[in-house]
């Protein structure tokens, strides 16, 4: 992907992030005593008290945009933003212009929310 592309999408993230933080001072007295197994599963990009009271304060759609919103970012340091996470084919543009923060193909999206529809049931 392109550098200038790439400063576009890391600049729309960074806007959400923000956006989502704020939302915190919004929630953090709803937050509290939700249970949400969300927290658990969010692994090394949360691997601080810090960030995993961070997360705890947010609902929890905010709190999964967000963790999507940092998961975006840091793949973008790392260099492999844009691909899919699943096939690791590169993400069409157009969806990427939609969610910034997709983690995975139009494909893989798909076959994710059917696994996820078919652990719940
Ligand atoms: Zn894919």
Do not use: W
């Not at 915190?24 to 995993?52: F, H, M, P």
């Not at 790392?78 to 139009?106: N, T």
């Amino acid at each position: 992907m392109r550098k200038d592309r790439l400063a576009y999408f890391k600049k729309r993230l960074l806007e959400k992030q923000h956006q989502l933080v704020e939302e915190v001072g919004r929630t953090a007295v709803y937050g509290k005593d939700q249970e949400d197994d969300s927290i658990k599963d969010l692994g090394d990009q949360a691997n601080t008290a810090y960030t995993r009271e961070f997360f705890f304060e947010l609902g929890n759609g905010d709190r999964r945009l967000l963790r999507e919103v940092v998961s975006a970012l840091q793949k973008l340091e790392e260099g492999s933003f844009g691909s899919c996470e699943r096939c690791g084919e590169a993400i069409a543009e157009k969806r990427l212009d939609a969610l910034p923060f997709a983690r995975y193909c139009i494909d893989c999206q798909r076959l994710v929310e059917e696994e996820q529809r078919t652990a719940a049931g």
